[in-house]
T-cell receptor, first 113, second 113 residues
């Protein structure tokens, strides 16, 4: 169990640029989640995969956001045409079944200038 | 829909004193409850969980929480805190009908020497 890893740890980008984050879940976990966390708030659900299928998306996820998990292993989260309001910590988590606890990565902190 | 309320945003407490961090939830179905801890610049780590069985659950570092169905609460307690317990604590709820985990806004625990 090497834990959930996220890359990069920090990303600074200019408004209007596209960014992509990667998440490698715990290898035997079939469920993968993306959350967003802003200062003083708890994590907010963005989207959820079971294996390679994206089964649920939050209304927070605008059309500029897209997530993939092509082979049911790692996942990417892309934000197109970034806006200052996208600045946040993006957290990835994985689990091995429904109601099993989430295991979180250390997150990717995005700053849009 | 489910929701989680953590009424105390900040809790200062002296070292070796007891502490209680409050968590209340709302749900129309059976719930599974979790407490997570987040240290600065890190992801969330599972502290303890209630899935079924005994309503009192404990962590390895001295925290405990009690599921109270009638009061829809899952308060976190520790009889004697250490400096190293200084962190952000998040309560979360999941259900057997959903995939999302809903998080509270967090409680910042500061242990004062």
């Amino acid at each position: 169990d090497t834990g959930v890893s996220q890359d990069p740890r920090h990303k600074i980008t200019k408004r209007g640029q596209n960014v992509t984050f990667r998440c490698d879940p715990i290898s035997e976990h079939n469920r993968l989640y993306w959350y967003r966390q802003t200062l003083g708030q708890g994590p907010e659900f963005l989207t959820y995969f079971q294996n390679e299928a994206q089964l649920e998306k939050s209304r927070l996820l605008s059309d500029r956001f897209s997530a993939e998990r092509p082979k049911g292993s790692f996942s990417t989260l892309e934000i197109q045409r970034t806006e200052q309001g996208d600045s946040a910590m993006y957290l990835c988590a994985s689990s091995h079944g429904q109601n099993s606890p989430l295991h979180f990565g250390n997150g990717t902190r995005l700053t849009v200038t | 829909a489910q929701s989680v309320t953590q009424l105390d945003s900040q809790v200062p407490v002296f070292e070796e004193a007891p502490v209680e961090l409050r968590c209340n939830y709302s749900s129309s179905v059976s719930v599974y409850l979790f407490w997570y801890v987040q240290y600065p610049n890190q992801g969330l780590q599972l502290l303890l969980k209630y899935l079924s069985g005994s309503t009192l659950v404990e962590s390895i570092n001295g925290f405990e929480a009690e599921f109270n169905k009638s009061q829809t609460s899952f308060h976190l307690r520790k009889p004697s805190v250490h400096i190293s317990d200084t962190a952000e604590y998040f309560c979360a709820v999941n259900t057997n009908t959903g995939n999302q985990f809903y998080f509270g806004t967090g409680t910042s625990l500061t242990v004062i020497p």
